[in-house]
């Protein structure tokens, strides 16, 4: 974690017994996907938003799910994924004895 969300400046408000929120991304913390599949169900919150609460390790996390950017990343993925296809498919069919490799960092999504 960086900025404001630190492991130093929790433990600082933790000793101080201040009450905090901080809004993180699912990549951004360390339990995210395990949170998002515990067995609490999400409930509506609004049409393309919903939300769940979470308790772990005397720490309460409020996970939002929005459907509209669920649509959105698997266009972003599909579209990915068929440009993969097309250029595998150029090179399985292009005349080069030695093709190119290319490698490129897996990325989560």
């Known amino acids: 974690m960086r900025g404001v969300v ?3 400046n929790i433990q600082y408000l933790e000793n101080e017994q201040y ?3 901080f809004a993180l991304r699912k990549r951004g913390l360390r339990e995210g996907g395990d949170l998002f599949y515990a067995k609490e169900p999400f409930v509506t919150v609004e049409e ?13 996390y409020i996970l939002c799910h929005n459907l509209e950017k669920e649509k959105d990343d698997e266009k ?6 068929e440009r993969s296809l097309v250029k595998l498919e150029k090179l399985k069919n292009s005349r080069c004895k030695q093709p190119a490799v290319f490698i490129r960092k897996a990325t989560k999504f």
């Open 19 to 21: 009450e905090y929120i």
């Open 48 to 60: 393309n938003l919903k939300a769940k609460e979470v308790v772990k390790a005397n720490t309460r």
């Open 76 to 81: 972003f993925r599909n579209r990915l994924i």
């Open 6 to 8: 630190s492991s130093k």
